[in-house]
């Protein structure tokens, strides 16, 4: 079976939750929409495209925590206007703003999580976006050369090491995470990692906790989501052996 698996590092990052007015807590690790969020922006998508629900309903997802990080709250002012008339921009709501509301926004500092993506169907070879025809191989490609810029949850976020994303065909989603290579070791300590992961055929672990995670999309525009399974379990995971490197004489 076909995993794309990458690396998700950044001095900051934020994750969303149950949104809030005033305070929008950040989740410990990536939520299903967000990754594959930053694919369509990977692949150019609008967020209007129809192609981030297929994504969303053709494709496993899993991560592993390699460090939690640490929570920081960050303070903001947003500028508000009264009434219920609409506005075409943000720029125009907020020249019209005649009051400000005060909100808290949390990131994570520092964290560090590998994700992997799978074809829930693989008699199904592809998943249709725009351009044509796509399967997990296509993504890699685009994750590794990205229409638009990419960020970890928020504008102000941008990754600390490249995505290095990966194909592996292992039987069961554990391997895939074991067998990846792009893991930058020194920022890792331990051997056991918590991996949240949804249905797979052979997971390769015994999960503990399971939860239903309303963070499945719809639709992106009208910010539409329903509920998915999301498992929790552990998983080992051996940091290669660093070599050392001589000059030659």
Request: one cysteine or more; hydrophobic letters at 30%.
């Given at each position: 079976m076909k995993h794309l698996v990458f690396q998700l590092q950044a001095p900051l990052m934020s994750w969303g939750n149950e949104?809030?007015?005033?305070?929008?807590?950040?989740?410990g690790h990536p939520r299903k929409c967000a990754v594959l969020g930053m694919i369509g922006a990977a692949m150019g998508l609008s967020?209007?495209?129809?192609?981030?629900?297929?994504?969303?309903?053709?494709?496993?997802f899993a991560t592993v925590?390699?460090?939690?990080?640490?929570?920081?709250?960050?303070?903001?002012t947003v500028a508000t206007p009264?009434?219920?008339?609409?506005?075409?921009?943000?720029q125009a709501e907020a020249e019209a703003s005649d009051y400000t509301v005060q909100t808290e926004r949390e990131y994570l500092?520092?964290?560090?999580?590998?994700?992997?993506?799978?074809?829930r169907d693989e008699g199904t070879t592809d998943i249709r976006a725009t351009g044509g025809s796509q399967d997990v191989?296509?993504?890699?490609?685009?994750?590794?050369?990205?229409t638009w810029e990419l960020f970890a949850g928020r504008k102000c976020c941008s990754f600390g090491l490249p995505l290095a994303p990966e194909i592996r065909e292992t039987p069961t989603l554990a391997q895939a995470f074991?067998?990846?290579?792009?893991?930058?070791?020194?920022?890792?300590?331990?051997?056991?990692?918590?991996?949240?992961?949804?249905?797979?055929?052979?997971?390769?672990?015994?999960?503990?906790t399971h939860q239903i995670r309303q963070d499945h999309l719809v639709h992106l525009e009208k910010k539409l989501y329903?509920?998915?399974?999301?498992?929790?379990?552990?998983?080992?995971?051996?940091?290669?052996?660093?070599?050392?490197?001589?000059?030659?004489?």
């Open positions: 949104m809030a007015r005033q305070t929008r807590p950040s989740d967020r209007g495209d129809p192609s981030h629900g297929l994504m969303n309903d053709a494709l496993g925590v390699l460090r939690p990080g640490s929570r920081l709250v960050d303070y903001h009264t009434g219920p008339k609409k506005y075409a921009t943000r500092s520092d964290a560090y999580y590998l994700v992997a993506l799978w074809l191989r296509v993504i890699k490609q685009f994750l590794e050369e990205p074991q067998e990846y290579e792009g893991l930058y070791e020194p920022l890792v300590e331990g051997t056991r990692f918590q991996v949240y992961y949804e249905r797979h055929p052979a997971p390769g672990v015994v999960h503990v329903r509920g998915r399974d999301e498992f929790q379990a552990q998983i080992e995971i051996k940091m290669k052996e660093e070599t050392a490197c001589s000059s030659p004489k």
